[in-house]
Every structure is written in structure tokens, then in C-alpha cells.
């Protein structure tokens, strides 16, 4: 499978402070691009996905910002609460969700 | 949106036996997914299931050991054979949308130890 770097591994931040996580892709044939958030105990969820074609898409407090050029794309969560405490994967396909390849996760702790 | 129930939750169990995972959909999909989540790694694709013919696996994993049904459009099975502790893991089981946007929705996956 098409390899997709996340980072940080691990990340803590202070209830609303922003919460930065990037990921790097190798295979430009990717065009779908979602994150999903995975609480203790649960199976991952789709928190919100973006297509290359644009740069930028926002839902709520959660942002993903997207660079073409850079095989790069980022989640931003504005004024983190606690709440937002889980596990968020980043990923990418080709082809719908069969060929979906995931990061490695990144476990974010808000604290209070 | 979908609902997808597994079972057993979670196990333990001895190294040498065997293991079955259900799971169950609330509507009729054509593809569903077998993910294996290891303990602080991503989620990896361990094989496609399709309702009426064998199961597509991914480079490492094999049928003799990962062993899958899907006898209809909302059910499917993942048996882990011959378990050794290296196969303690979260398996999940994951259904795509019915307008294939690309989402996929999990279950709570079934965490197994093997000792």
C-alpha cells in the first residue's frame, strides 16, 4: 500500500488553543483526502474530507487545509476542548474507499 | 449512514486456537472491510469481502490464515487461526456509503489478546 506520514505521534493542548496535525502523501494519484477521529473503545469515525481541488474546507471548529504541490494536508481544530480528546487518523485514496490507506494516528489530549 | 454491530467485543484467547469475528450491518452493502488497528499503529486493510465470491486479501495477509464469509448483502465473518500473540489487535469491520464518496463506516471493533 501507498505509504501516508502523519505527525506528531502524540500531541497535547490547552483547552482553546488550536490543535495542528499534518500529513505527507507520496502517490498523486490520490484524490480523496478525509481525517477520521477514533475515541477509546470505538471504531474511527469521518470527521470531515477534502478532493484536491480545493485548497481549503472548513466544518465548524475543524479545518482541513490542503497543498497540492507539497503532497501535504493538515487538520486544524480551533478552540480544542476536551471533548476533542481521541485518536485522529488521516488518509488517502485513489479510487472511493476500497483502496483507503491510513496514517499511523495521532493521539490528542486537551487538557481542561 | 450505517450501523455495524461485532462480535465478541473482546477476547482473550490461547495461542494455537482460533477465532471467529462477526459482523452484522444494518443494510445491504456490496463490499465490506476487514481492517486489523495494532496497538499504537494505523488501520491496515486485511482483505475485501465481496457477497458471492472469495475475498480479495492484501500483500501479508493470506486466507489459510485469515479465513473470511460473507454468506449475504449484511453479514460477514473473519476467522484468526491459529492465533499467536503477534495477532493481538483491534479488528474492524468497515462498510463504504451507499453513494460511494469515499466514507467508510466502522464498528467498534473486536480487541483480541493472545497469550
Known amino acids: 500500500q501507498q505509504q501516508v506520514k502523519q505527525s506528531p505521534q502524540s500531541l497535547i493542548v490547552q483547552k482553546g488553543g488550536i490543535s495542528i496535525i499534518n500529513c505527507a502523501y507520496e502517490?498523486?494519484?490520490?484524490?480523496?483526502f478525509p481525517w477520521y477521529q477514533q475515541f477509546p473503545g470505538k471504531g474511527p469515525a469521518l470527521l470531515i474530507a477534502?478532493?484536491?481541488?480545493?485548497s481549503e474546507k472548513k466544518e465548524g471548529r475543524f479545518t482541513i487545509s490542503f497543498n497540492k504541490s507539497a503532497k501535504q494536508f493538515s487538520l486544524h481544530i480551533m478552540d480544542s476542548q476536551p471533548g476533542d480528546s481521541a485518536t485522529y487518523f488521516c488518509?488517502?485514496?485513489?479510487?472511493?474507499?476500497?483502496?483507503?490507506?491510513f496514517g499511523k494516528g495521532t493521539m490528542l489530549l486537551v487538557s481542561p | 449512514s450505517a450501523v455495524i454491530s461485532q462480535k465478541p467485543s473482546r477476547d482473550i484467547c490461547q495461542r494455537g486456537t482460533s477465532l471467529t469475528i462477526q459482523c452484522q450491518v444494518d443494510?445491504?452493502?456490496?463490499?465490506m472491510f476487514w481492517y486489523r488497528q495494532q496497538p499504537g499503529q494505523s488501520l491496515t486493510l486485511i482483505a475485501t469481502?465481496?457477497?458471492?465470491?472469495?475475498?480479495?486479501?492484501e500483500s501479508g495477509f493470506v486466507i489459510d490464515k485469515f479465513p473470511i464469509s460473507r454468506p449475504n448483502l449484511t453479514f460477514s465473518t473473519l476467522t484468526v487461526s491459529n492465533m499467536s500473540p503477534e495477532d493481538s489487535s483491534i479488528y474492524l469491520c468497515?462498510?463504504?456509503?451507499?453513494?460511494?464518496?469515499?466514507?467508510?463506516?466502522f464498528g467498534e471493533g473486536s480487541r483480541l489478546t493472545v497469550l
Open positions: 468497515s462498510v463504504g456509503d451507499s453513494y460511494n464518496t469515499g466514507e467508510l463506516f
Open positions: 469481502a465481496n457477497q458471492g465470491s472469495e475475498a480479495t486479501y
Open positions: 502517490n498523486t494519484a490520490f484524490d480523496y
Open positions: 488518509a488517502a485514496s485513489n479510487s472511493g474507499y476500497s483502496t483507503l490507506t
Open positions: 477534502i478532493r484536491p481541488d480545493v
Open positions: 443494510s445491504q452493502v456490496t463490499m
